[in-house]
């Protein structure tokens, strides 16, 4: 699935991590175990196999999020959408064997009624929390918490 290219925020980022795709993937998709690592997420939980249509729930900052898997390529592209106060968002994210590690891309869009009121205040935050994201799934190659058995 692409984000919405018309929509008035979007936003990319990627971070390049010295560890295998295999790796991050498999931690990645942990999704119950995303409060573990992930700053602002307090909650999650994923009850069925990981398929696109399957559903999710996760708690961010205090916001109760439902999503839904757009579209799933193990080792390469997890993508969802949820609907939050109002606003439409898909989250896509992109895992490249680069060099001797991988690069993950993070992409998102989002639409609706507030984001047209809050534009700067969504933009700057959606930024900050993306790359929060990254910066969080990077450190877990760094303790060595990637390793999945």
């Avoid at 991988?102 to 700067?120: D, H, R």
Wanted: hydrophobic content about 40%.
């Amino acid at each position: 699935m692409k984000i919405n290219e018309q929509a008035p925020l979007q936003i990319k980022k990627q971070l390049y991590i010295q560890a295998s795709i295999h790796e991050i993937w498999q931690f990645f998709m942990q999704i119950n175990n995303w409060p573990d690592w992930i700053p602002g997420v307090t909650e999650a939980r994923m009850d069925k196999k990981i398929n696109a249509g399957a559903g999710f729930y996760w708690k961010q900052r205090d916001i109760v999020i439902r999503s839904e898997i757009a579209e799933i390529e193990p080792y390469q592209f997890f993508s969802w959408t949820d609907t939050v106060l109002g606003t439409k968002v898909i989250h896509n994210w992109c895992f490249y064997p680069f060099r001797s590690g991988t690069l993950v891309q993070a992409e998102q869009s989002i639409e609706g009624f507030l984001t047209y009121i809050y534009w700067k205040g969504f933009q700057r935050k959606l930024l900050e929390e993306t790359h929060h994201w990254l910066l969080a799934l990077q450190s877990q190659k760094e303790i060595g918490a990637l390793k999945v058995g």
